[in-house]
């Protein structure tokens, strides 16, 4: 294909953004009354206010064309029907499957792939049974109280994201299971766990595509090495270390064998397939803690609502469709109006966690700066994204948006209702009107980054420090409540929208190359650091700035 900026419709749009430069978004609202009318949509439960993005309808219809011209009705097909749309690995990206009814088909390469996923979710829904029952015992007999997931990453973003989005959902009336998450290489999050849990109720779930990774392999061995010490050793006898490793350990991997190996039970092993990728495996095998949290209904509740995304996404027009929408007005903002930060602002303290999320389900994504074809890019691809619960971001870096050098396009999201099930009338007023508040910060300060000065009553000349320029563009994303359906949706959303700007761009969003370097490199500085030996053939070939840390690591470590 021609890289996307040789296209007619990109040098159109090229030449339409210098007009759209010189306007304010507070005159276009001024100019159409019906502006929240004409771009806003629904679909799959989920309402899309578009009207404050810096476009006009004619931007709107060029940006169609663009996608068009970029055939991505066609990548949609490609993505849903298991075409092998990771280019650089050879494989399909089919995460869409994991979250298929069971009724449905989806024939690759001349394998269904459905009953596969569904064998696992079947597996998925008897381990969380025994656990829910107090039937998951530990080698003394003991009920599994304390379930920590080792994982980083996607394996480990993905269900911390979405255990606390639907805390409200957590199962009641069964035996009560507590999910924690340990991601971090350098222990400090599992060391915590290991002073204060009871080794004879705590299990530990390893989630790895690879099973290779090195962050929680470390955590991994450590874990394991203070089961055995605590249960193994110390005199207990009739308990061997094949039964603690049977009883207190869960892997989820691409890779059985490597699981076996490392000693996890075959029926204590949960698949999933190298054609999903870390960051968008929530879905299956990997989502264990969501579903030990919320429940299997729960958990089939989320899969439901992102499938109804994913119908959308396929059925939808183009001027339609959600997921293309907000993927356009992203190439608009970061391809021709030069606005490369982006920032994540949810209403919501159960969404705390979503920031983070779509930081690595974007910029792992599409930071990438080569085409499908091999070819350099000659436009920028992912802007910067990051993010905070907004309430929170007000009083840290609102400033900046408001009155900063630095042009920001936001995502702001809420729910609509919440609170109105709280059963003590007095608590639940309270409550609402709480939450009420937040909804009203939330559309003020989307309002004042558009209208700047305008959205202030005239109370005569005021300093240049205290005027707004506005014009900041934003997204506004709105939930009727925060549900597992919805929540999926919402993440369906975003994880299609990353999907349509890949196929403008012309680059891969299924691949990480660049998170593979770093691990084979710090691998390597790992040995030399281990061995302790300034003389040997590699650390001499270190730049001075390395060489010289290492050394400073093994003088520290002498003191």
């Known amino acids: ?224 090495d203070w089961l055995m010490a605590r249960l193994a050793g110390h005199g207990r006898e009739g308990i061997d270390a094949d039964l603690v490793m049977r009883q207190h350990f869960i892997g989820v991997s691409a890779s059985p064998e490597k699981m076996s190996e490392w000693g996890i039970a075959e029926n204590h092993q949960l698949e999933f397939w190298d054609w999903v990728g870390g960051r968008y495996s929530l879905w299956g095998g990997i989502g264990l803690p969501i579903a030990l949290v919320i429940g299997m209904e729960g958990f089939l509740q989320l899969l439901a609502g992102a499938h109804a995304m994913d119908r959308h996404f396929q059925t939808a027009p183009l001027a339609d469709n959600l997921p293309v929408l907000m993927a356009l007005a992203g190439i608009w903002n970061n391809n021709f109006l030069d606005i490369r930060a982006h920032s994540i602002l949810p209403y919501d303290g159960r969404l705390e966690y979503f920031a983070a999320y779509l930081e690595q389900l974007e910029m792992e994504s599409n930071g990438k700066s080569v085409t499908n074809e091999g070819e350099s890019v000659n436009y920028s691809t992912c802007p910067v994204l990051w993010g905070q619960l907004g309430p929170n971001a007000q009083h840290a870096f609102y400033q900046l948006l408001h009155q900063g050098t630095q042009a920001v396009e936001c995502d702001f999201i809420a729910p609509l209702v919440r609170y109105d099930d709280v059963e003590d009338p007095a608590t639940r007023e309270r409550l609402m009107g709480q939450h009420r508040l937040t909804l009203a910060n939330c559309f003020a300060q989307s309002r004042v980054l558009m209208l700047g000065d305008d959205a202030i009553a005239d109370d005569g000349p005021r300093p240049e420090h205290k005027r707004y320029r506005g ?89």
């Open 1 to 224: 294909m021609v890289q996307i900026d040789r296209t007619n419709a990109w040098q159109a749009l090229q030449q339409h953004a210098d007009d759209i430069a010189k306007r304010h978004l507070k005159d276009m609202f001024r100019e159409d009354e019906d502006r929240f009318g004409t771009f806003s949509r629904e679909g799959a439960g989920l309402r899309v206010d578009l009207s404050k993005q810096r476009w006009q309808a004619e931007t709107l219809d060029l940006l169609l064309q663009l996608a068009e011209e970029a055939q991505v009705l066609e990548a949609i097909s490609r993505l849903l029907s298991g075409e092998k749309v990771n280019i650089s690995e050879n494989r399909p990206a089919l995460h869409t499957a994991l979250r298929l009814p069971a009724d449905a088909s989806l024939v690759v390469e001349g394998q269904d792939v459905v009953p596969g996923v569904h064998r696992t979710l079947d597996h998925m829904a008897s381990m969380v049974d025994r656990f829910h029952s107090g039937q998951w015992r530990g080698v003394t007999g003991q009920p599994i109280k304390d379930v920590v997931n080792l994982g980083v990453g996607g394996s480990d973003l993905g269900p911390l994201m979405v255990t606390h989005a639907l805390s409200d959902y957590q199962v009641k009336d069964v035996h009560e299971v507590n999910v924690h998450f340990a991601s971090t290489m350098d222990g400090s999050q599992l060391a915590a766990y290991l002073t204060h849990f009871d080794p004879e109720t705590t299990l530990f779930v390893l989630s790895s595509k690879s099973f290779t990774t090195i962050d929680t392999l470390s955590n991994a061995t450590t874990a394991r």
């Open 471 to 559: 014009n900041q563009p934003s997204t506004t994303v709105l939930l009727e409540r925060l549900t597992p359906e919805s929540l999926g949706a919402l993440i369906a959303l975003y994880e299609h929208k990353v999907f349509v700007q890949a196929t403008i761009w012309g680059i891969n969003p299924f691949d990480q190359w660049g998170v593979e370097l770093g691990k084979k490199i710090a691998n390597e500085t790992c040995d030399i650091i281990e061995r302790r030996d300034g003389c040997n053939a590699e650390l001499k070939q270190m730049d001075a700035s390395t060489r010289g840390l290492i050394e400073a690591t093994w003088n520290s470590s002498r003191m």
